[in-house]
């Protein structure tokens, strides 16, 4: 079946550091990938995607790239700011079914 | 575009007692619906898939009794939490697929839910 494992958090970190939010995932067939971003008290809103291997999804100064050979989907943003602080998922999409499945969610708060 | 919305966004009821949630898709028709519910602090976890004008496909371990789906249109889905407990307390997220070849789902604002 398909899963998705990203780093476990919280992660704390200070206006203006790097952030990188590592994420793999298991797959039968050909997903298409997603970062969502809930913000507190809200629901989800999609990031970024990418739908094929190499794909670069970015958004808000937010990237990730689809990367075949090693099955992941790291998130990375060069320079956070206090707006940044939410709780960030991982998803994989099939495409026979359309399922999205999710990974655990990172909790990241940044500090002015 | 591509909005979903959901009503209402905080709701607080009795033990017993029967709750709806709608959710809409306001500017695009969707064929398909999907339920989830999130737990605090938690990811979500996919309820039920609906598609219009058929019965919801609930995933393993849903009481289909107790969480009842209607898809009566292409632009609304109803999810009513039948005689509610307080374990039924949760926040629940709807989320709308337009259909043919597209894979984006968008998501509604979320519901929370409260059985006193």
């Known amino acids: 079946g398909n899963s998705v494992t990203q780093m476990e958090g919280p992660v704390t970190l200070s206006e203006e550091a790097f952030l990188t939010i590592n994420c793999t995932y298991t797959?039968?067939?050909?997903?298409?990938l997603f970062w969502y971003v809930q913000y507190p008290g809200e629901g989800l809103q999609l990031l970024l995607k990418a739908t094929k291997a190499d794909d670069k999804g970015s958004n808000k100064g937010f990237e990730a790239t689809y990367r075949k050979e090693t099955t992941s989907f790291h998130l990375e943003k060069g320079s956070v700011q206090v707006s940044d602080s939410a709780v960030y998922f991982c998803?994989?999409?099939?495409?026979?079914?359309?399922?999205?499945?999710f990974g655990a969610g990172t909790t990241v708060t940044v500090r002015a | 575009g591509a909005v979903v919305s959901q009503h209402p966004s905080r709701v607080i009821c009795k033990s017993g007692t029967s709750v709806k949630i709608e959710c809409r898709s306001l500017d695009f028709q969707a064929t398909t619906m999907f339920w989830y519910r999130q737990f605090p602090k938690q990811s979500l976890m996919l309820m039920a898939t609906s598609n219009e004008g058929s019965k919801a496909t609930y995933e393993q371990g849903v009481e289909k009794d107790k969480f009842l789906i209607n898809h009566a249109s292409l632009t609304l889905s109803t999810l009513t939490v039948t005689s509610a407990h307080p374990e039924d307390s949760s926040f629940y997220i709807c989320?709308?697929?337009?259909?043919?070849?597209?894979?984006?789902?968008?998501f509604g604002p979320g519901t929370r839910l409260t059985v006193t």
């Open positions: 998803a994989l999409s099939d495409r026979n079914d359309y399922k999205l499945s």
């Open positions: 989320s709308a697929r337009a259909g043919g070849f597209s894979y984006e789902q968008y």
């Open positions: 797959a039968t067939g050909y997903p298409s």
